[in-house]
C-alpha cells in the first residue's frame, strides 16, 4: 500500500509492538510528508515530531537518517532537515522513469490469467467511477489519490517485487513536485479518458496497447504539467 492511500492509525505507536521505534517514527513522518501535511521546503521540527509521538529525539533522528537516503528530505548543516523540494530536471527525469514502469506494468497486467484480468479491470472500471465523480465536484485530492490507486493497482497486479519497490521511490519523489499542484484541475478530463482506454485494453488482453497507452498516459502528465507552468 502507497503510505498516502492508507488512513492514519488513530493510535498507531501504541499498537504496533513489535516494529522497531526508529520505523514507526519514519512510517508516520513519510505519511505526513506524502499526504502534504509536511510541504516541500518546510523545516522539520524534531522536539515537535518527538512530543507529538512521545519518544525521545534519538529515534526521530534515526528515522531523518532514512528519510534523506529516500531523497524525501535533506539535511542542511546548521539549519535542519528539510522536506525536500526537487527540481525541475528531477521531475523530468522521474517522470520518464514512471514512463518505463508503467508500460512494464501494464504489459505484466494484460497478460494475467482472463479470471484475475477480469478481476483486475473491474477494480479498475471502479477507479475510473471514484474519478468522474472526484472531477464533477472539483475535488482534485480525492481524484488524484484515486488516479495513484489506479496505477498501484495494475503495479501490484504485475506481481513484480523489484517493479514495486522502484516504482514506489520514483512515485513517492514525483508526490513531492505535485503537492503544490493539488489544488488545480490538472486536466482531470483528460486524463480520466487515458485511464479508460488503458482499462479497456487491459480488459482484452491486449498486451502491446496496453503497455502503450500506460507509457503514453505517463508522458501526457508530463506535458500537461509542463503547459500549467508555462
Known amino acids: 500500500m502507497l503510505p498516502w492511500l492508507a488512513e492514519p492509525a488513530s493510535d498507531h505507536l501504541s499498537t504496533v509492538r513489535d516494529t522497531p521505534l526508529a520505523k514507526l517514527v519514519r512510517d508516520d513522518m513519510l505519511a505526513m510528508i506524502l499526504r502534504g501535511e509536511l510541504q516541500p521546503g518546510e523545516r522539520i521540527n524534531e522536539p515537535d515530531v518527538a512530543s507529538r509521538l512521545g519518544v525521545s529525539r534519538v529515534p526521530v533522528r534515526e528515522a531523518l537518517r532514512e528519510l534523506e537516503g529516500t531523497g524525501l528530505v535533506i539535511a542542511r548543516k546548521h539549519a535542519g ?8 530536471g528531477e521531475v523530468r527525469d522521474l517522470y520518464e522513469m514512471r514512463g518505463l514502469l508503467d ?3 501494464g504489459r505484466r497486467a494484460a497478460r494475467l490469467e482472463d479470471a484475475a484480468r477480469t478481476a483486475l479491470a473491474n477494480l479498475l472500471d471502479a477507479s475510473i467511477s471514484a474519478m468522474d465523480t472526484a472531477s464533477d ?3 482534485v485530492q480525492r481524484y488524484y489519490r484515486e488516479n495513484l490507486r489506479f496505477h498501484w493497482a495494475i503495479v501490484e497486479a504485475a506481481d513484480n517485487h523489484a517493479l514495486a519497490e522502484t516504482y514506489r ?4 519523489k514525483l508526490h513531492l513536485s505535485r503537492l503544490r499542484n493539488l489544488a488545480q484541475d490538472m486536466g482531470m478530463r483528460a486524463s480520466i479518458a487515458e485511464h479508460t482506454r488503458i482499462a479497456r ?6 498486451v502491446a496497447r496496453c503497455e502503450d497507452l500506460m507509457a503514453r498516459h505517463v508522458s501526457d502528465a508530463y506535458d500537461r504539467l509542463q503547459r500549467r507552468h508555462r
Open 81 to 88: 532537515v528539510f522536506v525536500r523540494e526537487p527540481t525541475a
Open 103 to 105: 508500460g512494464f506494468a
Open 137 to 139: 465536484a472539483h475535488d
Open 169 to 172: 521511490t520514483v512515485v513517492q
Open 201 to 206: 485494453a487491459l480488459r482484452k488482453g491486449d
